[in-house]
């Protein structure tokens, strides 16, 4: 099961990314101190803020961090007061930002390091990013398992919301509300897919990347679901086989009632996207009918 659509990160984030607020520079930044530790893969760090437990560091596929940066020219890339706390799959970061990733999972749990990078060791690095050295305050908050089935994968509860269709639904999180996708717009969502025994059947966390995905070709409860969203907003989905493949099966798709875990992170018109932003679609990938 492969990605059906790529489309922009930010287009569907509403455009430019936001101005990084200035934070005071740590000196030196572009080498590291003497008394900095050095490491095997060239980078260097020196403990701001001792861990609780130094044997204890992320495991899960999923880990949450805070993270100041500064380049060698003095400039302000990241801003942790601004941005709060990231919540990254360890699988994406590897792959985008590897430097990055190996700083996050050598930190212990709690732990602030100060990160010592040549421009070298932040490649590919982020947007935009000049080849300078840079230096990363980095705290590890702790990792998580998205994909591991709920309690309530087997049977909905008594708390949650039935449509007419038989579509049931739960909120696990909100975001900052407004408006919502249209029945013809091209979503970008995370999600983990159950079956009632529990078994992890699709996941784009597991695969550590989000997917984008047109929604008039989604499944009858994704459509449905969906338009149900605002940005931010993470949905528990209780999907009857009859929302599902039962109707139109997909080679690879289990048949009958299905549970998903969705968070939506943007949307937008098919016509907004930029040439080249978006890629042919894969009939065969989960979540189409």
């Known amino acids: 099961?492969?990605?059906?659509?790529?489309?922009?990160?930010?287009?569907?984030?509403?455009?430019?990314?936001?101005?990084?607020?200035s934070l005071p520079a740590p000196a030196p930044l572009d080498a590291p101190p003497p008394e900095a530790t050095g490491t095997a893969t060239g980078i260097a760090y020196r403990v701001l803020k001792a861990a609780p437990d130094p044997s204890a560091f992320v495991r899960e596929p999923v880990i949450a961090y805070r993270l100041d940066g500064w380049s060698?020219?003095?400039?302000?890339?990241?801003?942790?007061?601004?941005?709060?706390?990231?919540?990254?799959?360890?699988?994406?970061?590897?792959?985008?930002?590897?430097?990055?990733?190996?700083?996050?999972?050598?930190?212990?749990?709690?732990?602030?390091?100060?990160?010592?990078?040549?421009?070298?060791?932040?490649?590919?690095?982020?947007?935009?990013?000049?080849?300078?050295?840079?230096?990363?305050?980095v705290t590890v908050i702790g990792g998580s398992d998205p994909t591991k089935a709920p309690p309530d994968v087997a049977a909905a509860p008594d708390d949650v919301v039935r449509t007419a269709s038989g579509l049931a639904y739960k909120v696990l999180a909100r975001g900052q509300g407004g408006t919502r996708p249209a029945p013809g717009d091209i979503v970008m969502v995370h999600y983990t897919g159950w079956t009632p025994d529990g078994r992890v059947f699709d996941s784009s966390i597991a695969r550590g990347s989000r997917v984008s995905l047109p929604l008039d070709r989604l499944i009858p409860g994704w459509q449905e679901g969906l338009l149900l969203m605002a940005r931010g907003d993470t949905f528990r989905f209780w999907v009857p086989g009859a929302l599902a493949y039962d109707s139109a099966p997909v080679p690879g798709a289990p048949m009958g009632r299905l549970v998903f875990d969705i968070t939506l992170y943007g949307f937008a018109t098919p016509a907004q996207a930029p040439d080249g932003d978006v890629m042919s679609a894969d009939p065969d990938a989960i979540g189409e009918s």
């Open 1 to 21: 099961m492969i990605l059906p659509l790529a489309l922009a990160f930010a287009l569907l984030s509403g455009g430019a990314l936001a101005k990084v607020a």
């Open 72 to 137: 060698a020219d003095g400039v302000t890339r990241f801003n942790a007061r601004q941005s709060g706390t990231t919540t990254a799959p360890i699988r994406e970061l590897v792959r985008s930002q590897p430097g990055l990733a190996r700083a996050l999972l050598t930190t212990p749990v709690g732990e602030t390091r100060r990160w010592w990078f040549s421009a070298a060791a932040m490649a590919p690095g982020y947007p935009g990013m000049p080849a300078l050295a840079h230096v990363l305050d």
